[in-house]
């Protein structure tokens, strides 16, 4: 799916901004525990912008953890109202995963495969035909 060029999105209380001059170069759903423990949830949509395409404003504030293959990721949030924005990983730092739904049109989000489905709960479902990476 096309999106409205410039990408744009934020936190929940618009003091963190984000504006991207690129198509994402993929999509995912990502099912890690990371993932699982930002979002409180089972798994977390995220499409990767290219890092020099982004024009990131307002204070994010980054806690650092290990990926389940090892590699260093930086959870970006708001420090005010705490939703998570962004993720960078140390693995591919040309890429800032953002967050499906801090697009301002979240709808235009089209997921292309599932990562780290190994680690899923019984309880998270995403769509049954998008395929396992
Ligand atoms: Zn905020
Ligand atoms: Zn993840």
Redesign the pocket.
Known sequence: MQYMMPIKGGCACGAVRYEADAEPAFSLI???R??QRISGSGH?AQLALPAEAVTLTGEVKFFALT?DNGNLVNSGFCPNCGSPVLKKSSGVPQFLFFHAATLDDPGRYDPQFV??NSSRQPWDYVDPGLPLR
């Open positions: 990502c099912q890690c990371q993932c977390a990926s990562a780290w």
